[in-house]
């Protein structure tokens, strides 16, 4: 009865569960307590739980009786469980606790009486309205504070006087209008006030940040840039502001800038961004440019000048970008693209051109090239000469386009493509589009599309995979055959592996 005991004991633990684990919950060894669907702190949670996790339950109040006997507790995370009040003083004795996480509740105020050793708290989600220096109080390792989606609507250096420790600092989605400074937090690194109700963000905010690296005033109503921002920016994001012009001059101190977002406002030209020496991701995507900016800096990875009004595409915009990997034009509405543009970007692996008004694919692109996005132009033809030199190429997308034909020569000439998008082209599917279709096989494309537009017996046919289209041009290619092996004029031995592999290719058409 003992030894039976003993391996009942020794399969739960080996299993990660304890014997006196509450209702509702689960438990592991490594001290981890997860419970669902509950209507309070379960009782009988073991004394040496360190992470306590419980969501989807209805726990209108939390108390100090409910934590009594969990002094090992390190992590505790609430989530949509209802909550609407905390009693004063029910976390102070939980003097392990390091993670706090109160997410998708309705607390109406920050818990009071943290404990000091608290590092991390996150009370996203709830109906806080108003901040108070007490609420922060001794909090003087506290790292990450979030209060995401709340009711806050101002935000001072009283409030967080005490995080002399703070490193990141989100409150994103609330209805905050007015931010004071100096904020004192000597070591934030990261701040984001997105999706707020910000006009105006004094210079003096900015005095104390000396440390930080990213800063967000995504999603508000500002219309310059704040001015006297840190020298220690890495990246700063103003998409969805009411930005007009963008003056270089103001951020040309900002020498460790790598990330600048702007996109979504009302910018109508940028110029003085090679200001910005080690600049490397530029978004202007949704403004309203109509050229693409000039002199931009030497060490521009990824440049997006998506949805604008540009209509060229010039040499002289890129003649010093070789660093450039990713560059995004799609959704304007160039017409001229002139040859060899883009040729000294020696390391552009994605270009995207998709919604233009382009009638050819643009000569001498990069060789470096493994993405090309042309869909949604009025391309009519695919030469070899436009495709003769992307030997890396591996994703080409030309839907919807006037295309009827593919050059075989072109396909073979890329030899790592392997992902073709045809749909939305008038395909004139001929028997000679067939050998096409052998050559794409043979390399392994996945094409997607193909429909037929003619001739009229063939409409709506997809000629990638139509049996039978196959089946009528079956005599056409097996004349070609022929006609290659007159030509060749094998030995007999040639001629039988030749039949075989025309065999084998009809059975991959069986296959589709």
């Avoid at 009283?158 to 990141?168: A, D, W």
């Avoid at 403004?287 to 997006?304: E, F, G, V």
């Avoid at 001229?336 to 233009?356: D, I, K, T, V």
């Avoid at 041009?473 to 040639?494: M, V």
């Amino acid at each position: 009865m003992h030894l039976l005991c003993a391996l009942l004991l020794w399969l739960s633990l080996s299993h990660g569960l304890s014997a006196n684990c509450p209702g509702r919950c689960s438990c592991d060894a490594v001290q981890s307590v997860q419970c669902y669907r509950l209507q309070e702190v379960p009782p009988g949670i073991p004394p040496t739980t360190k992470r306590l996790y419980i969501s989807h339950s209805r726990i209108q109040h939390l108390q100090l009786s409910d934590f009594t006997g969990l002094l090992a507790l390190e992590d505790f995370i609430l989530l949509a469980s209802g909550t609407e009040s905390v009693e004063n003083d029910t976390f102070k004795t939980l003097s392990s606790l390091k993670t706090l996480e109160l997410w998708k509740n309705k607390l109406r105020q920050v818990p009071r009486a943290l404990p000091a050793n608290l590092e991390v708290l996150k009370l996203n989600d709830n109906s806080i309205c108003v901040l108070h220096g007490s609420d922060f109080e001794g909090l003087k390792k506290l790292k990450v504070l979030e209060l995401k989606n709340n009711l806050i609507s101002a935000l001072t250096p009283s409030m967080l006087f005490s995080l002399t420790s703070l490193q990141s600092l989100v409150v994103d989605g609330n209805n905050i209008a007015s931010v004071a400074g100096p904020l004192s937090l000597p070591h934030l690194k990261s701040m984001s006030m997105e999706n707020n109700k910000l006009h105006l963000v004094p210079g003096n905010v900015f005095a104390s940040l000396q440390n930080l690296q990213l800063l967000s005033f995504s999603g508000n109503f500002l219309t310059k840039i704040p001015t006297n921002l840190p020298r220690s920016l890495l990246a700063l994001k103003m998409e969805r502001n009411q930005l007009k012009v963008v003056r270089f001059r103001d951020l040309r101190h900002l020498e460790n800038l790598s990330q600048l977002y702007l996109s979504q406002n009302f910018l109508s030209s940028i110029d003085g961004a090679q200001l910005l020496t080690n600049l490397t991701t530029l978004e202007v995507s949704q403004n309203r440019l109509q050229m693409l900016p000039p002199r931009l800096p030497a060490r521009l990875q990824k440049l997006d000048c998506s949805g604008n009004f540009i209509q060229k595409v010039t040499a002289p915009e890129f003649q010093d970008l070789r660093d450039l990997k990713h560059l995004f034009l799609d959704n304007n509405v160039v017409s001229l693209f002139e040859a060899g543009a883009l040729q000294r970007c020696s390391q552009l692996s994605n270009l995207a051109l998709e919604q233009n008004l382009l009638l050819s694919i643009p000569l001498r692109l990069p060789k470096t090239l493994a993405r090309l996005d042309l869909k949604g132009n009025a391309i009519q033809d695919m030469a070899e000469r436009e495709l003769r030199d992307l030997k890396q190429l591996q994703v080409l997308n030309l839907r919807n386009n006037k295309i009827s034909a593919l050059d075989l020569k072109a396909l073979e000439g890329l030899p790592r493509l392997r992902h073709l998008y045809l749909e939305g082209n008038p395909w004139n599917c001929t028997c000679s589009l067939l050998r096409v279709r052998e050559v794409l096989k043979a390399k392994g494309t996945d094409v997607k599309g193909g429909q037929c537009a003619a001739p009229a017996e063939r409409q709506g046919e997809i000629w990638m995979s139509s049996k039978k289209i196959l089946r009528q041009c079956e005599h056409h290619l097996h004349q070609n055959e022929k006609s290659k092996e007159a030509k060749k004029r094998p030995k007999p031995e040639d001629s039988s592996s030749i039949r075989l592999s025309v065999d084998d290719d009809d059975d991959d058409y069986e296959i589709d």
